[in-house]
Each structure stands twice: as structure tokens, then as C-alpha cells.
């Protein structure tokens, strides 16, 4: 008997409903699955990332200066005359006679000025570890003045003349070998300063490190022009020793770093970060302080407090990619935006911090009172600052960005090295984050600030 058609109707309603059912747990153990897939993997991101963290704070990463600068492992077997003496042997015939809401503002900047080299002599109460470094230090300057005067000539719109580009090429080579006789005899007084310091074998072999990446550059560049190829044009030619002139200063760069470095750590172990030897003045702009009067500050601060860390929050303000400046726009310039930024930077930060030129591109502000949430308000206040500068010099008118980091005193047996290395740690993390930017370490690992919407001046700086 044929099913009526009420019966057929109810038994497709009903087949549909099971279809329906069927489909619905179907799609539901999909999303479940996928959910649980993105959670798997969101954890195990986090557990890498936890571990990538942890292991950059038990690194303690010493600071980098500029973001261009590289080189390759120290062989640590060497002395520091031995790798000055690989470049040009001593019977070389060279070596013989040796804010939108108000009007802009407009600032000026100055320049820079170097000192000739002195030998690594230790004067009257000098250290001689601390004389050793002065010796190589202050003849890396008087290169470095000369490698800029070349930089100078050769972005002169006016150098259209082979001939000069060709002089240039010859005041590489011929400072380069007179750079190299400086640092080989205060290379020799820097090996039998520390070589009984065995608390200092870090800062020996650091500077090693990177005496060794500047020679290597300075015998590269005179390989490179011992005689650069003018057939491509003036132009092109000027370009190619403007490029090696660039490489030069970047490893030069560094190992004034490292020497700055040093000077303070010969200082602090031998506690005598008072000593006028120890202090460094030359190339501190406005009324910033020095790395040695930094540390000299934070010093007292524990001697104030020897039971335990006293309050004190830290930041670290690294200028965004400022290598790109000077290659562009010539050294002279790159000066003079750090100059301007330097009074701003003091202009900015609150009476009560302690701003100070660290090293290279990078400023440190310390916040005695350890007030976390005032440091992060200035450094924001700084950084949007600095995002909305201009900095004009003839046709340029230049842009910058910084990024930034900050970290407190967390535990008892905290020193002023590890909050300005956990400082630079969330610098370095800021950087990696996309620039630009500020993240805190409050002793775990970095974590990114969330930007205040503040009303900052738009400043115009004259260079």
C-alpha cells in the first residue's frame, strides 16, 4: 500500500534533521580541532619565545653601538701588537720616518672636535691598564678625524676633479698606515698592562676582538684602493672610496666602543671611578653626563644602600638605524643629528634623572627614585619627541626614531650592570619588535609598552 504523502513529507523532514545533526558535529569537531591546533601552537610559541628570553638575560649581551657594525671572532691566541704587526711588517719602507599643537621650535646643534693621539703612558696617578686604553683610544680619534675629512671632500658637490678623488684614495692608504704605528706601540703597552689581569681577561680579549676587525677593514680598504679604477666616471669612483671611507669608520666606530668600555670596567675594578683618568668629557654634548659619571652616579647609589639594591629604574634610548644616515648623508651630518638629539634628549628628561651620553648612538637615563611608571612616561615622552623632529641642514631635512628600553631594580643582589643590561636587553628587543618603540624588563623577560596619546611640540633643529 503506497505510503501517503504526509508519511513521505515527515520521513524526508526527519532524514534531514539526522543530515542536519550529523553536519553540525562535524563542523563543531573541525573548530574544536582547529582551536586546539592554534593552541598548541600558541603554546609552544610561548615556550620558545620564554626560552629565547631567558636565554638573551643569562647572556647579558653587551651593548651594540651602531646596527651596521659586525665582525668576525678574535683569535684570542694573538696579542694586540701581534695583530697590529700582521697588516704592514716593521721593515715596510713605509714604516720609515715614523608637536603639532604649537608652533615649531628652532634649535641649533654644533659640531664635533677630536684631540691629537698621545702615547700609552700613564700620567701622574694614571693606571697603567687605564693609560694603556687612553694610548689606544686617542690615536683611534685622530684617524677617525682624518677618515671624516675624506668624507667631507668627497660628498663636496665640487669634486668633479679625478685628481682629488685619486688624493683621497692616497690619504686612506697613507692614514691608515700612520693609524697602524699609533696602535702598534699602544697595542704593546696594552698587552703588558693587563696581561697579569686576569679579572680583566674580558676587556683584553673584547678589545682584541675588535682591534682585529678594525685592522682587517684598514687592510682590506688598502688593497681595495691601492689603485681604484676611474674608468667607470668620477662619480662612480668618488662612490667607491666614499663606500670604502664608510666601511673604515664603522670599524672604527666599534672599537671606540669597546675602549670606552673598557675604560670603565679597568675603572670600576679597580674602584676608582673617581680618578680624573678615569673621565671622559670629549665628546659629551650640552649638559649630558659621561659613562664614567653614569657609573660613578649608580655607584654611589649602592654604596648608599650596601644591604640591598636601591630603587632605580633605567633606560636605554638607541638611535634607529643610524648607520643608514652617515652613509648617505656623510658623517658630518650623522655628528650633528647625534649633537641635536643628545639636547633634546637632556631638554626632555626630568630634572631628577640622570641622562647621560653612553656610547655611540645610544643615551641612558637613570631614575633614582625606581619609579617605573614615571620612567616610562619620560622615555614616551622623549621618543614621540624625536619621531616628530626635523632636522634641517641646507636641503636635508631628516627624520629620526629611536627605540628604547627600561628596567628596574628587582632583587636584593641586583647591581647597576645587570638593570642596565636588562635595560638594553629590551632595547635590543624594541629594535627586533619593529623600532620605534619601547618595551620594560621588570625581570623576566621584555614586554612591549603601550604607546600614551601625548601632545608633544613638533621641534624644527636647525643643524
Known sequence: MPTPPEGILFHNLY????????????????????????????FAAAVELGRRHRRRCAEAPQAETSEQASGEAADLSLTTSDILAAIVPATDPRREGTSADRPPTVEKAGGASFAPPRSGEPASGESPCGAAVHGLREASRHYQSQLMEVDRRLRDPSTDDPSVVADCAATLRKAGDEYLDHQRASGEAFDAAYSGRSDLSGVRDQVRSALETDVSQIRQAAKTLESPDLEGGVGESRQHVLAETARLLSANDRLQEVLDAALVETARSENRLDAPWAEDQADVPGTLTSRTGLERQLARLWQDHPQHAPPLAVAAIDLDQFGRINEHFGRELGDRILRAVATLVSAEGPEQAISARFSGQRFVLAFPDGDLGRAVSAVERIRQVLEKAHFRRNEFDLQVTVSCGIAAAAAPEDTSKTVCERAEAAMLEAKRYGRNRTFIHEGRYPTPVAPPNLVVPEKVVDL
Do not use: P, R
Not at 534531514?16 to 600558541?42: F, M, R, T
Open 15 to 42: 532524514l534531514g534533521g539526522i543530515a542536519l545533526a550529523l553536519g553540525s558535529c562535524a563542523v563543531a569537531a573541525w573548530i574544536i580541532g582547529l582551536a586546539l591546533l592554534n593552541g598548541a601552537l600558541g
